[in-house]
Nanobody, 126 residues
Framework: QVQLVESGGGSVQAGGSLRLSCAASGTTYSSNCMGWFRQAPGKERERVASIYRAGNTDYADSVKGRFTISQDKAKTTVYLQMNSLKPEDTAMYYC????????????????????WGQGTQVTVSS
């Protein structure tokens, strides 16, 4: 079992920045692919970014150049640095963990992740 706890959400104005954190605990050794997802009211949950244990990263087109996913040396905490935030980035952000290969971690979607956090709200005002 893997437990994921997100933090760092909040309210900012457009153009601002936030840094989300996801702390993983439990049997994390098999969860080699970590992802950030978001879900706005009335919309489906969508992938934002993913990172493989070796450091390979992948981003949704909507956040490329603005968001950066990273992990600490112990591979137990994953971060999402969000810059140049826009009102359309407003959503509940979720951290997810799963077992993938370095070649398909970047293409992993909601059904591919077995563990999820409770989410942290990000609100961007114009």
């Amino acid at each position: 079992q893997v437990q994921l706890v997100e933090s760092g959400g909040g309210s900012v104005q457009a153009g601002g920045s936030l840094r989300l954190s996801c702390a993983a605990s439990g049997t994390t050794y098999s969860s080699n692919c970590m992802g950030w997802f978001r879900q706005a009211p009335g919309k489906e949950r969508e992938r934002v970014a993913s990172i493989y244990r070796a450091g390979n990263t992948d981003y949704a087109d909507s956040v490329k150049g603005r968001f950066t996913i990273s992990q600490d040396k112990a591979k137990t905490t994953v971060y999402l640095q969000m810059n140049s935030l826009k009102p359309e980035d407003t959503a509940m952000y979720y951290c997810a963990a799963g077992s993938r290969t370095p070649y398909n971690c970047g293409s992993a979607r909601v059904p591919d992740f077995g563990y999820w956090g409770q989410g942290t709200q990000v609100t961007v005002s114009s």
